[in-house]
């Protein structure tokens, strides 16, 4: 269904999955100066092949790009571009499924003797003869017990793993779709033999790319560190995080996939939620995980907050100093808005601007600027050193340098003494300025301050 570009995602209804605004792979070039003076690095791309949906989480090949987004050519040209810029590419694959509408079950449905037919499960209870993902036709099951399923999806040199890494694409790496459920079907779990073997394929092929999957932190044994380098962690950050800013959201749809309101956290709660997370994961799959404040499948977190841009940046500041790599929802720095996951996915109006919030993307500049410079919050440790109702502060430390972190969700006195950590200021990088190391002070509204700290002399 074709829509305009500064149309709202209907969302709901039978045009749902098929709503189509024109965004192409070009568009994405010709706004890579946005992401360079935004301070990003990377760009991570939900599915870009060709589907029945304009979602593409039903893929119907993974050996092209889709041609709406401007094919292979396309995908060459911007990986290219982004190259010169220092923009790294990162794609989306769906290891669990494919979708109706690709060759291997379509000759799977036509030759039960083909090899095709042993990459799905079969059931002939079911309507359509096979298990798909929740139960849906269009999104068949792939079954890992075939040896030439494998090799195809990883193992191989041109396998679709492997592929898309080298030249022309060189993609960086991988996101996971539902890497909780790839090659787990009823009593059978093949989940570590599959992420492991992707894991060595893309070792293989570039050591450097980065593999994450959504819903690995469901299971903490899966970010053991031999198989995703991390999760998109919502459990030990965003869902925390939402709870303690939460300020009468405009959310729709329950707390992110739960039939629940967003709960109301204390401090307390949050740092709770976030230690019980990290205690159950090595550091190395921490660090090693996207953080987020919202995604494409949820409410943005400006309507989290109730439109307040004091509580968003204040997020946002818990987001870029916090250990993880910063990952932000396109449009979440110009404060666009969305009610729950299909309204997120907004289009940005890059013709009008009045809708975009300026002074809070020159904060967000600000704090990526000092993520992105600073040893401690690239390589530091996590030491939280006083948790509150409504503020929370927490120590980076690494050998290099240390800093400190304030993250207020409202008004409130900061009373901090540094000097029972060794520590006393040394350069104001974020907020408020002070001398010595006592901090004290009154806050206006939800706020974030960062300082540089020097070891006090003994």
């Given at each position: 269904?074709?829509?305009?570009?500064?149309?709202?995602?209907?969302?709901?209804?039978v045009?749902t999955?098929?709503?189509?605004?024109?965004?192409?792979?070009?568009?994405?070039k010709?706004?890579?100066?946005?992401?360079?003076?935004?301070?990003?690095?990377?760009?991570?791309?939900?599915p870009?092949?060709?589907?029945?949906?304009?979602?593409?989480?039903?893929?119907?090949?993974?050996d092209?790009?889709?041609?709406?987004?401007?094919g292979?050519?396309?995908?060459?040209?911007?990986?290219?571009?982004?190259?010169?810029?220092?923009?790294r590419?990162?794609?989306?694959?769906?290891?669990?499924?494919?979708?109706?509408g690709?060759?291997?079950i379509?000759k799977?449905?036509?030759?039960?003797?083909?090899?095709?037919?042993?990459?799905f499960?079969?059931?002939?209870?079911?309507?359509?003869?096979?298990e798909?993902?929740?139960?849906?036709?269009?999104?068949?099951?792939l079954?890992?017990s075939s040896?030439?399923?494998?090799?195809l999806?990883?193992?191989?040199?041109?396998?679709?793993?492997?592929?898309?890494?080298?030249?022309p694409?060189?993609?960086?790496?991988?996101?996971?779709?539902?890497?909780?459920?790839?090659?787990?079907?009823?009593?059978?779990?093949?989940?570590?033999?599959?992420m492991r073997?992707?894991?060595?394929a893309?070792?293989?092929?570039?050591?450097?790319?980065?593999?994450?999957?959504e819903?690995?932190?469901?299971?903490p044994?899966?970010?053991d560190?031999?198989g995703?380098?991390?999760?998109?962690n919502?459990n030990?950050?965003?869902r925390?995080?939402?709870?303690?800013?939460?300020?009468?959201?405009?959310?729709e749809?329950?707390?992110?996939?739960?039939?629940?309101?967003?709960?109301e956290f204390?401090?307390?709660?949050?740092?709770?939620?976030?230690?019980?997370?990290?205690?159950?994961i090595?550091?190395r799959?921490?660090?090693?995980s996207?953080?987020l404040?919202?995604?494409?499948?949820t409410?943005r977190?400006?309507?989290?907050v109730?439109?307040?841009?004091?509580?968003?940046?204040?997020?946002?500041g818990?987001?870029?100093?916090y250990?993880?790599v910063p990952?932000?929802?396109?449009?979440?720095e110009i404060?666009?808005?969305?009610?729950?996951g299909?309204?997120?996915?907004r289009?940005i109006?890059?013709n009008?601007?009045?809708?975009?919030?300026?002074?809070?993307?020159?904060q967000v500049?600000?704090?990526?600027?000092?993520r992105r410079?600073?040893?401690?919050f690239a390589?530091?440790g996590?030491?939280?050193?006083?948790?509150?109702?409504?503020?929370?502060?927490?120590?980076?430390?690494?050998?290099?340098e240390?800093?400190?972190?304030?993250v207020?969700?409202?008004?409130?006195?900061?009373?901090?003494?540094?000097s029972?950590y060794g520590?006393?200021?040394q350069?104001?990088l974020?907020?408020?300025?002070?001398?010595?190391?006592?901090?004290q002070?009154?806050?206006?509204?939800?706020e974030?301050?960062?300082?540089?700290?020097?070891k006090?002399?003994r």
């Amino acid at each position: 269904m074709r829509k305009t570009w500064t149309d709202l995602p209907a969302g709901r209804g039978v045009n749902t999955s098929v709503e189509y605004f024109g965004g192409d792979l070009e568009g994405v070039k010709e706004h890579l100066d946005h992401i360079t003076s935004l301070g990003a690095s990377g760009i991570y791309f939900t599915p870009f092949f060709p589907a029945s949906s304009t979602h593409r989480y039903d893929a119907s090949s993974f050996d092209k790009v889709d041609p709406l987004l401007g094919g292979d050519e396309a995908l060459f040209a911007l990986s290219k571009a982004a190259s010169k810029k220092g923009i790294r590419i990162m794609g989306d694959l769906t290891t669990n499924h494919c979708g109706a509408g690709h060759p291997w079950i379509k000759k799977a449905l036509a030759d039960s003797k083909s090899k095709e037919h042993g990459f799905f499960y079969w059931d002939k209870s079911v309507k359509h003869g096979y298990e798909g993902w929740w139960g849906l036709a269009s999104l068949p099951k792939l079954n890992y017990s075939s040896p030439i399923l494998r090799k195809l999806m990883w193992e191989s040199r041109n396998s679709v793993v492997r592929k898309w890494l080298r030249a022309p694409y060189s993609m960086a790496g991988w996101r996971i779709d539902v890497g909780n459920m790839t090659g787990r079907y009823k009593d059978q779990d093949l989940n570590r033999e599959v992420m492991r073997g992707i894991r060595s394929a893309m070792d293989t092929e570039n050591s450097d790319a980065w593999l994450v999957a959504e819903n690995a932190d469901q299971f903490p044994g899966d970010l053991d560190g031999f198989g995703w380098h991390g999760t998109m962690n919502y459990n030990g950050f965003m869902r925390p995080v939402w709870g303690w800013l939460k300020n009468n959201p405009e959310v729709e749809g329950g707390f992110f996939g739960l039939p629940t309101k967003v709960p109301e956290f204390s401090g307390h709660e949050m740092v709770s939620a976030m230690r019980m997370f990290n205690a159950g994961i090595p550091w190395r799959a921490l660090v090693a995980s996207m953080l987020l404040l919202n995604s494409h499948d949820t409410a943005r977190f400006r309507n989290v907050v109730g439109g307040d841009a004091d509580r968003h940046l204040a997020g946002m500041g818990l987001l870029l100093t916090y250990p993880g790599v910063p990952s932000i929802f396109a449009g979440d720095e110009i404060g666009l808005r969305g009610a729950w996951g299909e309204d997120a996915r907004r289009t940005i109006d890059w013709n009008d601007r009045s809708d975009w919030d300026f002074d809070f993307l020159e904060q967000v500049k600000k704090l990526i600027a000092i993520r992105r410079s600073s040893n401690a919050f690239a390589s530091g440790g996590l030491r939280w050193v006083q948790v509150k109702d409504n503020y929370v502060a927490f120590l980076r430390e690494s050998k290099k340098e240390n800093a400190l972190v304030v993250v207020a969700r409202k008004k409130t006195k900061i009373d901090l003494d540094l000097s029972k950590y060794g520590y006393q200021h040394q350069k104001t990088l974020f907020g408020v300025d002070f001398e010595g190391s006592v901090l004290q002070y009154v806050t206006a509204a939800a706020e974030v301050g960062i300082w540089q700290l020097a070891k006090t002399k003994r």
